[in-house]
């Protein structure tokens, strides 16, 4: 059934609010169950052997003692997970990064691996294990890499976007512009001119839970995965894919998460640990330590950004300019032209150009991170843009407002938007108490904007209705972070039921149709829309049962508030019925009551946000710490509004780590040296402030409820918020994150130097 | 084969035995074990505090314990911390201020701020930070953290003071 997706404003009794999650008790009591807390009768310990090297040709694996020892089942290498792709590409990939086929191509990448009946077992399995390597240059910094002499990873890699068509491979996988006007035009009106280039640190996701999946193959070629994971029907389509296997017949259930951010989002062991179970033929449970976390999944790219920004004196932008280098880790990604989409997404600029440069290098696949791409891009472009507004003299807020993109600005890669909140969101800041607070001794503000773009994508809901009148309903998207709260809240809102009413259940993939990943701040939306269509289709079938019970016409009964109501003067003296006695009656009336909805969620509203940052900074250490921070940022209509503050406040303490001390550090020898959450330190309790926030409400018109992705916007402002409070505090213009002790107390010697 | 030893030790309360090789930690004793898999490892290095249990009341993280170091000792784990059916104050306070998202460092945060309170029923912000410092959250910037601590050590003293 076809519903109405758009938005009407309406007064809500349950959306809006701050309920208890309904799996709460769970997880503070322990029982709730994430991707290492299941066991299988007569499961194995599976462990992976990774390359200790950069870059080497794999010439030969010896198994046989590794075999011998007792309490092993299966060992199996590349050669036990046959190339099934078909030709693509993408898969291809995926494969060669789950198992390295005749070369590790970065520290850390998967050789081997093995099952056996314990830990320990495992373990020695793997010290057994004789890998004849022949070691080969390497390059993990993206700007080498670019270099026409680099250490080559792929041959099959020409330049895509390129013309003509290169003849050589390269690690340069590809080459992305878009814009629009006539930017030499726009440098010569320009009365101030400000070029930097940047540098940023690769980040990982950071997620507490490392991955972890039980995974068992039957003979007959039925199996089963329990996984943890962000979306549970592409890993299905995926490892099914990978391994042979009908989709049908892996039925993949998604654990508790113990956090994603992007990273949960495509596979690793999974398909390890299916093929070691096919083997074996027993259940084998997989789960990575911290160093095969940071050395093997996640990261981010990490980027080198030159920027170029021309504007009048009166703060008009004349033109801008940036070319953005990302690297994607060993396999190519879309990560540049996400760069280049979103980093002048804020502003209505006349004449843009951004050119986006995606390249390979020896280091781990690089996978989404929140707002994948947009950090970087906006820590060099919101940089930039104090600079420009320092030169002309204006306050930094009023020249982001004189150049701000509104409804009917064309969006940098091509659409024009409609309803966004980046004015309200400025204007917000500019109003904002904290940006009058008084400051301390080498303490200093900083503002920055962010921009997301927001996905729907294809999502497939079930409602059942009890007799008892009490609700289950079944998504397919998964709960990161409160989503069953405020997808209950949402079906209570719809049918008119108390918020406890409503149990929310993540089905698996054997229960519902197809869900894309929960992605791109897609989950409360595309949910939230098909949970509403479903529970109206619903209403629908109640209608019809009361209408049997009255024995009136269905045209003649109204849904209101959680009753049947028969309208006319017909009808006027029969009393209400509610969902609770219609369901109480569904035996008699057609049988189980339930609403379905399958649904593109197309429409996602953009999301943007403006933040202020309070610094101080040690200069005698060059130590910075964020005292003081102000998240603002368009929900579209926020439905639990503890989860909602909850995803802007750690967005932002996410960005703070960026910005200040979170980076992979890669030696000479293309290894990892900090693989462990010691030396990669992202912020702790102690380093943080309370995290303010204020949520604005510019409806999307393309939701019932007007509802926005809140998920990612907000780690996007913080680099460059951080950034321009130092620079505020200390006079120094930081080009490099982190911008850890050393590297501000470098540019402050560099200064005085100078002076 | 490893070898084992017999350990005889109390887990919340329970007299448990179990057979444990002498190189596994803590941590995996209790989860593998016992079955107490509101543990989690997040890092198995003592960095992230999402294994922080008790040991004779002392906070400790259960990767850097030996299993066979509980013997005759007392440990105290999140499943623990439900007396007859009753949620602990902070368990309570964590779910009414949306103190968890993911929820998986939750059961460290609880264990962690309950021995904070233990030892000092009135900390300031600063010290519940600090006290806190060990146990890492990627997805709530700690806010809601620190919020539902304090508000769990301010009705705790009250209903204290009631009881008198």
Known sequence: ???????????????????????????????????ADTFAPGQLVGRILRSPHAHAKIKKINTAKAEKLPGVKAIITSKDLPDLTNGDIGLQNILENCMARGRALYDGHAVAAVAAVDEQTARKALKLIEVEYKVLPHVTDVDEAMKPDAPLLHDWIFTSGVDPKPTKPSNIAGRTEMGNGDVEAGFKDA???????????????????????????????????????????????????????DFAALKTTSSEIGGGFGGKTHVWGEPVAL?????????????????????????????????????????????????????????????????????????DIKNMKAVGWDVVVNRPKSTAYRAPSAPMAAFAIESTMDMVAKEIGMDSVDFRLKNVAREGTRAPYGPIYGPIGIEPTLEAVRDHPHMKAKLKKNQARGVACGFWFNIGGQTCTDLNIGTDGTVNLTVGTVDVGGARASLAMIAAEELGVPYDRVRVNIGDSASLGHNDTTEGSRGTFSSGMATIFAARDAIDVMKERAAKMWDIPVEDIVWENGVARATGKKHGNLPTLSLKEIAAKSHNTGGPIAGHNEITADGAGNGFASHICDVEVDPETGAARVVRYTVVQDAGKAIHLDYVEGQFQGAAAQGIGWALNEEYIYGEDGRLQNAGFLDYRIPVCSDLPFIDTKILEIPNPNHPYGIRGVGETSIVPPLAAVSNAIANAVGVRMTQVPMSPQRVLAALDDLDNAS | MTDSTLVSTTINGDSIEFACPNDETLLDALRNR??????????????????????DGRLVCSCLVLGVEASGREVGTVEGLTTNGELHPLQEKFIEHAALQCGVCTPGFLVAAKALLDKNPDPSETEIRYALAGNLCRCTGYDKIVRAVQATAKDMRKAKKKKG
């Not at chain 1, 208890?20 to 503070?28: M, N, S």
């Not at chain 1, 690769?202 to 839970?209: A, D, F, K, L, S």
């Open chain 1, 1 to 35: 059934m076809a519903h109405d997706q758009s938005y009407k404003d309406r007064k809500f009794e349950v959306v809006g609010n701050r309920f208890k999650r309904p799996d709460g008790v769970e997880k503070v009591t322990g029982k709730a169950r994430y991707g």
């Open chain 1, 275 to 347: 093929a070691l179970s096919r083997k074996a033929n027993r259940p084998v449970k997989l789960v990575m330590n911290r160093d095969e976390v940071f050395r093997a999944t996640g990261p981010t790219s990490s980027t080198s950004i030159d920027v170029k920004i021309g504007a009048k004196k009166n703060g008009t932008i004349t033109a801008a300019s940036a070319e953005l280098r990302y690297q994607g880790g060993a396999f190519p990604g879309p990560w540049a032209m996400l760069g280049c989409m979103t980093g002048f997404a804020c502003y």
């Open chain 2, 34 to 55: 016992v079955g107490l898999t509101g543990v989690k490892e997040g890092c198995g290095t003592g960095d992230c505090g999402a294994c922080s249990v008790t040991l």
């Open chain 1, 191 to 245: 009365d101030v001119i400000v070029e930097k280039s940047f540098k940023t640190g690769q980040t990982h996701q950071g997620y507490i839970e490392p991955h972890a999946c039980l995974a068992s193959v039957n003979p007959d070629g039925s199996a089963e995965l329990w996984v943890t994971t962000q979306g549970h029907f592409s890993f299905r389509n995926t490892c099914a894919a990978l391994l042979g296997l």
